[in-house]
Protein backbone atom coordinates (compact mmCIF):
# COMPACT_ATOMS: atom_id res chain seq x y z
CA UNK A 1 0.00 0.00 0.00
CA UNK A 2 0.93 3.61 -0.40
CA UNK A 3 1.77 5.57 2.13
CA UNK A 4 -0.21 8.41 2.62
CA UNK A 5 0.99 12.21 2.49
CA UNK A 6 0.70 13.13 5.94
CA UNK A 7 2.96 9.77 7.20
CA UNK A 8 5.53 10.35 4.84
CA UNK A 9 6.16 13.38 5.94
CA UNK A 10 6.11 12.07 9.52
CA UNK A 11 8.31 9.29 8.80
CA UNK A 12 10.59 12.04 6.91
CA UNK A 13 10.52 14.39 9.89
CA UNK A 14 11.16 11.50 12.13
CA UNK A 15 14.18 10.02 9.84
CA UNK A 16 15.56 13.57 10.00
CA UNK A 17 15.56 13.38 13.88
CA UNK A 18 18.18 10.66 13.62
CA UNK A 19 20.78 13.92 12.90
CA UNK A 20 19.38 15.29 15.86
CA UNK A 21 22.38 16.64 18.69
CA UNK A 22 19.78 15.89 21.01
CA UNK A 23 20.59 12.15 22.39
CA UNK A 24 17.18 12.39 23.55
CA UNK A 25 15.54 13.09 20.25
CA UNK A 26 17.34 10.39 18.32
CA UNK A 27 15.95 7.72 20.91
CA UNK A 28 12.78 9.49 20.30
CA UNK A 29 12.72 8.89 16.79
CA UNK A 30 13.98 5.47 16.77
CA UNK A 31 11.80 4.46 19.12
CA UNK A 32 8.28 5.97 17.18
CA UNK A 33 10.08 4.34 13.21
CA UNK A 34 10.08 1.31 15.20
CA UNK A 35 6.40 1.40 16.34
CA UNK A 36 5.64 2.55 12.56
CA UNK A 37 7.58 -0.14 11.15
CA UNK A 38 7.65 -1.15 7.57
CA UNK A 39 6.49 1.89 6.69
CA UNK A 40 9.87 3.59 7.66
CA UNK A 41 11.98 0.60 6.01
CA UNK A 42 12.57 2.22 2.92
CA UNK A 43 13.61 6.33 4.06
CA UNK A 44 15.68 4.12 6.74
CA UNK A 45 17.76 1.91 3.98
CA UNK A 46 17.98 5.30 1.57
CA UNK A 47 19.40 7.11 4.89
CA UNK A 48 21.84 4.28 5.16
CA UNK A 49 22.85 4.30 1.91
CA UNK A 50 23.84 8.11 2.31
CA UNK A 51 26.93 10.05 2.94
CA UNK A 52 25.33 10.63 6.64
CA UNK A 53 27.37 10.66 9.36
CA UNK A 54 28.48 7.51 11.55
CA UNK A 55 26.18 8.07 14.28
CA UNK A 56 22.98 8.98 11.58
CA UNK A 57 24.01 5.48 9.92
CA UNK A 58 24.28 3.55 13.02
CA UNK A 59 20.91 5.06 14.35
CA UNK A 60 19.44 3.72 11.08
CA UNK A 61 20.84 0.51 11.13
CA UNK A 62 19.47 0.21 15.49
CA UNK A 63 16.12 0.93 13.89
CA UNK A 64 16.19 -1.46 11.49
CA UNK A 65 17.32 -3.84 13.61
CA UNK A 66 14.17 -3.35 16.28
CA UNK A 67 11.49 -3.14 13.01
CA UNK A 68 12.93 -6.29 12.09
CA UNK A 69 12.13 -6.40 8.20
CA UNK A 70 13.93 -8.81 5.63
CA UNK A 71 14.68 -5.79 3.51
CA UNK A 72 16.88 -4.97 5.85
CA UNK A 73 19.43 -7.71 5.37
CA UNK A 74 21.23 -6.75 2.49
CA UNK A 75 21.74 -3.20 3.11
CA UNK A 76 22.95 -4.42 6.65
CA UNK A 77 25.74 -7.05 5.24
CA UNK A 78 26.81 -4.32 2.76
CA UNK A 79 27.52 -1.89 6.36
CA UNK A 80 29.70 -4.64 8.16
CA UNK A 81 32.30 -3.41 5.92
CA UNK A 82 31.88 0.13 7.41
CA UNK A 83 35.06 2.25 8.68
CA UNK A 84 33.32 3.33 11.44
CA UNK A 85 32.76 0.14 14.20
CA UNK A 86 29.36 1.12 16.25
CA UNK A 87 27.69 1.26 12.64
CA UNK A 88 29.55 -2.71 11.83
CA UNK A 89 28.09 -3.56 15.01
CA UNK A 90 24.86 -2.16 14.38
CA UNK A 91 25.23 -4.09 10.91
CA UNK A 92 25.85 -6.89 12.81
CA UNK A 93 22.42 -6.74 14.99
CA UNK A 94 20.79 -6.65 11.61
CA UNK A 95 22.41 -9.53 10.11
CA UNK A 96 21.61 -11.59 13.61
CA UNK A 97 18.29 -11.10 13.16
CA UNK A 98 17.72 -13.60 10.42
CA UNK A 99 20.39 -15.88 10.69
CA UNK A 100 17.67 -18.82 10.67
CA UNK A 101 15.59 -17.80 7.94
CA UNK A 102 15.57 -17.88 4.49
CA UNK A 103 18.15 -16.27 3.87
CA UNK A 104 20.36 -16.50 6.62
CA UNK A 105 23.18 -18.39 4.68
CA UNK A 106 24.40 -15.12 3.94
CA UNK A 107 24.16 -13.50 6.98
CA UNK A 108 26.45 -16.67 8.08
CA UNK A 109 28.97 -16.63 5.87
CA UNK A 110 29.14 -12.56 6.11
CA UNK A 111 29.55 -12.87 9.78
CA UNK A 112 31.81 -15.60 9.83
CA UNK A 113 34.22 -13.60 7.74
CA UNK A 114 34.44 -10.61 9.99
CA UNK A 115 35.31 -13.00 12.91
CA UNK A 116 38.15 -14.77 10.99
CA UNK A 117 39.37 -11.12 9.43
CA UNK A 118 41.73 -10.38 12.07
CA UNK A 119 42.19 -7.41 11.09
CA UNK A 120 38.93 -6.00 11.48
CA UNK A 121 38.29 -4.30 15.11
CA UNK A 122 38.17 -6.65 18.00
CA UNK A 123 35.20 -5.14 18.95
CA UNK A 124 33.21 -5.75 15.48
CA UNK A 125 34.54 -9.98 15.66
CA UNK A 126 33.42 -9.94 19.53
CA UNK A 127 30.32 -8.83 18.73
CA UNK A 128 30.05 -11.20 15.47
CA UNK A 129 30.89 -14.22 17.09
CA UNK A 130 28.34 -13.09 19.95
CA UNK A 131 25.82 -12.73 17.14
CA UNK A 132 26.72 -16.11 15.56
CA UNK A 133 26.59 -18.18 18.82
CA UNK A 134 22.42 -18.31 18.25
CA UNK A 135 23.16 -20.70 15.96
CA UNK A 136 24.53 -23.44 19.12
CA UNK A 137 27.58 -24.17 19.93
CA UNK A 138 27.68 -27.29 18.11
CA UNK A 139 27.73 -25.34 14.80
CA UNK A 140 30.03 -23.09 15.97
CA UNK A 141 32.55 -25.46 16.85
CA UNK A 142 34.30 -25.81 13.47
CA UNK A 143 34.83 -21.51 13.86
CA UNK A 144 36.02 -21.87 17.37
CA UNK A 145 38.67 -24.49 17.02
CA UNK A 146 40.52 -22.69 13.73
CA UNK A 147 40.59 -19.44 16.18
CA UNK A 148 41.72 -21.49 19.23
CA UNK A 149 45.08 -18.89 18.96
CA UNK A 150 42.67 -15.94 18.81
CA UNK A 151 42.88 -13.93 22.15
CA UNK A 152 39.77 -11.60 20.90
CA UNK A 153 37.61 -15.46 20.38
CA UNK A 154 38.75 -16.86 23.61
CA UNK A 155 37.51 -14.10 25.70
CA UNK A 156 34.38 -14.47 23.38
CA UNK A 157 33.35 -17.83 24.55
CA UNK A 158 31.40 -17.81 27.23
CA UNK A 159 27.67 -18.27 27.81
CA UNK A 160 25.38 -15.42 26.87
CA UNK A 161 23.45 -13.36 29.12
CA UNK A 162 19.81 -14.64 28.09
CA UNK A 163 17.76 -12.40 30.20
CA UNK A 164 19.85 -9.11 28.86
CA UNK A 165 16.97 -8.47 26.20
CA UNK A 166 14.27 -8.54 28.94
CA UNK A 167 15.93 -6.21 30.93
CA UNK A 168 14.96 -2.35 31.06
CA UNK A 169 17.55 0.11 30.86
CA UNK A 170 16.84 0.93 35.06
CA UNK A 171 17.27 -3.11 35.98
CA UNK A 172 20.51 -3.19 33.71
CA UNK A 173 22.11 -0.10 35.36
CA UNK A 174 21.34 -1.58 39.15
CA UNK A 175 23.02 -5.26 37.32
CA UNK A 176 26.37 -3.07 36.31
CA UNK A 177 26.01 -1.39 39.72
CA UNK A 178 25.18 -4.59 41.89
CA UNK A 179 28.35 -7.01 39.52
CA UNK A 180 30.79 -4.36 40.38
CA UNK A 181 29.97 -3.85 44.19
CA UNK A 182 30.37 -7.91 44.15
CA UNK A 183 33.31 -7.52 42.25
CA UNK A 184 32.08 -9.76 39.45
CA UNK A 185 33.79 -8.44 36.18
CA UNK A 186 32.21 -10.87 33.75
CA UNK A 187 28.76 -10.00 34.47
CA UNK A 188 29.32 -6.39 34.81
CA UNK A 189 30.84 -6.61 31.67
CA UNK A 190 28.28 -8.13 29.52
CA UNK A 191 25.56 -5.59 31.66
CA UNK A 192 27.41 -2.85 29.89
CA UNK A 193 27.31 -4.44 26.66
CA UNK A 194 23.30 -4.84 26.98
CA UNK A 195 22.96 -1.12 27.57
CA UNK A 196 25.66 -0.40 24.41
CA UNK A 197 23.25 -2.53 21.87
CA UNK A 198 20.49 -0.12 23.13
CA UNK A 199 21.95 2.89 22.19
CA UNK A 200 22.34 3.82 26.12
CA UNK A 201 25.14 5.69 27.83
CA UNK A 202 23.19 5.47 31.61
CA UNK A 203 26.11 4.02 32.85
CA UNK A 204 29.35 5.04 30.52
CA UNK A 205 30.55 6.86 34.08
CA UNK A 206 31.24 3.04 35.13
CA UNK A 207 32.96 2.17 31.83
CA UNK A 208 35.15 5.36 32.66
CA UNK A 209 35.63 4.57 36.11
CA UNK A 210 36.39 0.71 35.65
CA UNK A 211 39.46 1.56 33.01
CA UNK A 212 40.70 4.43 35.13
CA UNK A 213 40.89 2.10 38.33
CA UNK A 214 41.95 -0.98 36.17
CA UNK A 215 44.85 -2.82 37.05
CA UNK A 216 44.26 -6.16 34.40
CA UNK A 217 42.53 -6.13 31.36
CA UNK A 218 38.73 -5.41 31.29
CA UNK A 219 36.38 -8.74 29.55
CA UNK A 220 35.72 -8.50 25.79
CA UNK A 221 32.00 -7.44 26.39
CA UNK A 222 33.42 -3.97 28.37
CA UNK A 223 35.93 -2.81 25.46
CA UNK A 224 32.83 -3.74 23.17
CA UNK A 225 30.11 -1.60 24.92
CA UNK A 226 32.92 1.52 24.77
CA UNK A 227 33.60 1.18 21.22
CA UNK A 228 29.65 1.44 20.64
CA UNK A 229 28.21 4.14 22.75
CA UNK A 230 32.49 5.46 24.02
CA UNK A 231 32.96 9.28 24.09
CA UNK A 232 35.20 11.54 24.41
CA UNK A 233 36.26 11.35 28.08
CA UNK A 234 37.04 7.64 27.62
CA UNK A 235 40.40 8.78 26.07
CA UNK A 236 42.00 9.78 28.99
CA UNK A 237 40.90 6.33 31.04
CA UNK A 238 42.21 3.96 28.18
CA UNK A 239 45.29 5.93 27.74
CA UNK A 240 45.92 5.62 31.33
CA UNK A 241 44.97 1.91 31.50
CA UNK A 242 47.01 1.36 28.60
CA UNK A 243 50.28 3.02 30.32
CA UNK A 244 49.97 0.82 33.37
CA UNK A 245 49.61 -2.70 31.70
CA UNK A 246 52.13 -4.66 29.77
CA UNK A 247 49.92 -6.96 28.56
CA UNK A 248 50.65 -6.83 24.42
CA UNK A 249 47.04 -8.09 23.85
CA UNK A 250 45.04 -5.63 25.77
CA UNK A 251 47.26 -2.92 24.46
CA UNK A 252 46.20 -3.80 20.87
CA UNK A 253 42.42 -4.07 22.21
CA UNK A 254 42.89 -0.42 23.68
CA UNK A 255 44.15 1.00 20.82
CA UNK A 256 41.29 -0.09 18.80
CA UNK A 257 38.66 1.32 20.88
CA UNK A 258 40.89 4.48 21.29
CA UNK A 259 41.07 5.00 17.38
CA UNK A 260 37.27 4.10 16.93
CA UNK A 261 36.17 6.89 19.68
CA UNK A 262 38.07 9.60 18.30
CA UNK A 263 37.38 8.70 14.35
CA UNK A 264 33.92 8.82 15.80
CA UNK A 265 34.08 12.26 18.01
CA UNK A 266 36.17 13.46 15.29
CA UNK A 267 38.77 14.43 17.41
CA UNK A 268 42.06 14.99 15.73
CA UNK A 269 45.90 15.31 17.28
CA UNK A 270 45.05 18.77 17.08
CA UNK A 271 42.10 18.93 19.26
CA UNK A 272 42.99 20.11 22.91
CA UNK A 273 41.68 16.86 24.75
CA UNK A 274 43.95 15.09 22.58
CA UNK A 275 47.01 16.77 23.50
CA UNK A 276 46.72 16.68 26.91
CA UNK A 277 46.67 12.77 26.50
CA UNK A 278 50.09 13.17 24.37
CA UNK A 279 51.35 15.43 26.96
CA UNK A 280 50.48 13.16 30.33
CA UNK A 281 51.24 9.82 28.57
CA UNK A 282 53.44 10.78 24.90
CA UNK A 283 54.77 7.25 24.77
CA UNK A 284 51.44 5.62 24.93
CA UNK A 285 49.38 8.36 22.60
CA UNK A 286 51.83 7.35 19.86
CA UNK A 287 50.36 3.73 20.40
CA UNK A 288 47.28 4.45 20.66
CA UNK A 289 46.57 6.73 17.94
CA UNK A 290 48.95 5.22 15.43
Given amino acids: MPVRASASRTIDALVGDLSSTSATTREAAIARLTVI ?47 DAAVAIAAI ?15 VDRLTMVVLDRARPDAVRTAALHALRDLGRKTLAPLLKSLADDPVVAASVRPPASTAAELSLAELLAD ?16 HLALAA ?13 LDAAREPLPADALVALSVIGDAPCL ?5 AHARSADASWHQRLAGVFRTISARERLTRRHALMKQIEKKWPDTFRRLAG
Fill in 198 to 210: RGSRIALYDLREW
Fill in 236 to 240: APIAK
Fill in 176 to 191: VESARDRHRPAARAAA
Fill in 93 to 107: GVARRFLRDANGAAA
Fill in 37 to 83: GARAVKPLINLLESNATARVRAGALRTLDAVGDARALLPALAALDDR
